[in-house]
């Protein structure tokens, strides 16, 4: 069994758009998986998983906390659970950390983006967190080059980053608004790129 | 001749500086020392106080040979 979790600094840094995009990966390739929603405000997730459903795609088996430690209680139950953390980081952020196996901090590109995310690593490293441990993601990018700037940032800083990036594209927005993963847009480049990212974290999980 | 391009575009700062502690009190690395608070009668307290003293310890120290010994005998 398998904890990965999805936490960031600040709102808006793809960090459900992975949570999902994971969940809906893994179940594909067998994996009985859980989503683990810790934002009662939003349910981003819940709503998501929701769409999902009523648009006849394969269902996602997701669940509402208020506790992380709650969460992480159904764990034997399944192969992989995947916590989205609450929109910005706060004490909660620790322990989501704690308890899982792998931590990805997603980030935009720009320094806006990447300092507070960067911060937050760093954060979780003095307190006790694993560098190993820490996985970051570069996501909304508008080009590769600012995507490759955005990797070479986060690797100057001690920490791994996902060779795989997301870039801004419409399509991705349009395939969450309909209950899909990133991997289950219309285009198949996209899909590529999506299935990258999933599959690259497999592989981490897997080492 | 160019300059050499920036390639990161931002540099980490110093292993010393702070972070923002934006994970809240809440965290805290698990040697940090944290108060622990029991509420007993007047009395108790003064015979405690005074048996410490006695053995030449402080409360913290009788208190956590106390739960050293109940953790020898009940095991857990």
């Known amino acids: 069994m398998t904890i990965i979790s999805c936490i960031g600094q600040k709102g808006g840094g793809s960090k459900s758009t992975t949570a999902r995009t994971l969940a809906a990966g893994f179940t594909e390739a067998g994996w009985k998986t859980h989503l683990a929603d810790i934002d009662e405000k939003q349910q981003t ?36 659970i995947i916590i989205d953390g609450r929109p910005a980081a706060e004490t909660t952020s620790m322990d989501v950390a704690a308890e899982s196996d792998l931590v990805i901090v997603s980030t935009g590109p720009t320094i806006d983006d990447l300092e507070p995310s960067l911060e937050l690593g760093r954060e979780l490293t ?38 795989a990036t997301v870039r801004f594209q419409p399509a991705y927005g349009q395939a969450l608004d309909g209950g899909r993963a990133l991997f289950e847009t219309p285009f198949k480049t996209l899909n590529d790129e999506a299935r990258a990212m999933v599959e690259e974290i497999h592989d981490i999980i897997n080492a | 001749m160019k300059q050499p391009k920036n390639t990161i575009k931002l540099s980490p700062p110093p292993v010393s500086e702070p972070t923002l502690d934006v994970t809240g009190k809440g965290a805290r690395p698990d040697s940090d020392i944290k108060p622990i608070q029991i509420k007993v009668s007047v009395a108790r307290h003064k015979e405690m106080k005074a048996y410490a003293a006695e053995q030449g310890i402080s409360m913290t120290d009788m208190l956590l040979e106390g739960y050293r010994m109940l953790r020898e005998t009940r095991g857990g």
């Not at chain 1, 394969?58 to 906390?65: D, F, K, Q, S, W």
């Open chain 1, 45 to 80: 997730l819940m709503k998501w998983c929701r769409r999902r459903e009523e648009a006849g795609l394969p269902a996602i088996e997701c669940g509402l906390y208020r506790r992380v430690d709650t969460a992480v209680k159904v764990k034997e139950q399944y192969h992989l």
């Open chain 1, 126 to 163: 003095m307190k006790g967190i694993p560098r190993e441990k820490i996985v970051f993601l570069v996501a909304k990018t508008p080009s590769a080059a600012e995507g490759k700037k955005a990797q070479a940032t986060i690797a100057a800083w001690g920490f791994r980053v996902l060779n």
